[in-house]
């Protein structure tokens, strides 16, 4: 084996071809003589809404800002609490904190979702909100949580930042709950080359209130109306973000017919990713578990595969949670995939001959052990 050989987690170099593109759309940019939210910024908006199938798409700065300005919208704040899943990217619990409410997790499933089973007995008087996550691309189980919901008539935020393109009954994660949030960040499924991100929304009323605080809570170049924050989108990469969005399905295809291969042939190594019914996945992380998770990714880093784990410490247990006061085995489900969880190579610029070095890899492993 050549000594440069290496199958990385990600390849972000490869991810933004041809440079053509990107210069074009850089040129386009300094033409234009405009920076932040101008027409690109409001052409990217329309075709997310389209794609999506929402009335309203709002572009914002990042992900995270498009969770946190969601929950300002709803008013959300001190004395509030809003449910969200303990084996997120910490952003999910960080916009609840923001806003001065309180997180409260609810355990997941094999889907690595919210459990809708173990919701009902998490809600109290102050509860304002879910912020179900749809992880690793997986929709969480959106039926089951909205049921609860409206029964309690609570808001639901999706936080989708992982699964841009995937549905339920053929309908976009991000047009299933209140309003969506998304990110552009250059690891998604979607991104731009920095930071980015939007909200979705069949609600008039949320869109037109993250559309003044995104930009300070003006309602015109002189007159403000609230107080906002400065979340606003660059042109650069509201084009690229367009660029983008016309390849996103057939990315997404690759993504999954790489992730029915690896299902196939793992079926009897691993557990394999599990979904909810009547839904599609996106497969932003293809995550497997498996008892002896360690020793299986040293394996794969001397075969020169890199893996990476989602996530190896969850929220609850995480230092800035301390006044929260969790203990191990406040969420088994949640611990036990943090332990035994791994995530393997799984992105649209793959070589076929890849995919099948690291099939072949994963299977030798295995097989030596028998
Ligand atoms: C990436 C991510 C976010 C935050 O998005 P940023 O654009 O990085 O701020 C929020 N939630 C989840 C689940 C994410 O993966």
Redesign the pocket.
Known sequence: MNSEFRIPFVNLVSKFQPPEVYLNALSETLRSGNFVLSSAVIEFENKIAEYIGVKHCIAVA????A?FLLMKTMSIGPGDEVITCPN??I??AWSIVATGAKPVFCDVDESLCMDPQQLERLLTRNTKAIMP?H?AGTPANMQEIMEIANAYNLNVIE?A??AIGASINGKSVGSLGTAGAF???PL?NLAVVG?G?FITTNDSSIAQRVKLLRNHGLKNRNECEIWGYNSRLDELQARIGIIGLARIDSENQRRREIAQYYSDEFINFLQIPSKNRNSTQVFHRYIVHLSERDSFMQYLKDFSIETSIHYPIPIHLQECSKDLKHKIGDFPISEYQSTNSLSLPLYPELLDSEVEYIVETVKSYFKKAL
Do not use: P, R, T
Request: proline letters at 0%; hydrophobic letters at 35%.
């Open positions: 990042n992900g995270s800002d969770l997120s990217f952003a999910s996550v992880l936080d930042a992982q990110s552009l960040h998604k930071d991100g």
